[in-house]
């Protein structure tokens, strides 16, 4: 049996791990500790297909019809 991507279908959107350089440059954007994130679990589906650790913070691009691209942060837990 062929394992599936979540990550190929088209209602879910594009899922990456932030590198430390630019998850500190979003903090100091936004003026926010990394706790204050809103929160994902490491057990979530995606999380566990991109390889996301406790600790981590994820960048989720979506796209909208009115803004064209948003990018949304969370971090993951236990």
Do not use: N
């Not at 190929?8 to 926010?32: A, R």
């Not at 809103?38 to 691009?61: L, M, N, Q, R, S």
Request: glycine residues 6%; proline residues 5%; charged residues 30%.
């Amino acid at each position: 049996m062929t394992k599936f991507s979540l990550l190929d279908h088209e209602s879910v959107p594009k899922h990456e791990i932030m590198p430390e350089g630019e998850l500190k440059s979003v903090l100091s954007k936004y003026s926010i500790e990394k706790e204050q994130l809103p929160k994902i679990k490491v057990h979530d589906p995606v999380c566990k297909e991109i390889g996301a650790v406790v600790g981590d913070v994820v960048k989720i691009t979506r796209i909208s019809q009115t803004a064209g691209e948003a990018e949304y942060y969370r971090l993951v837990i236990e």
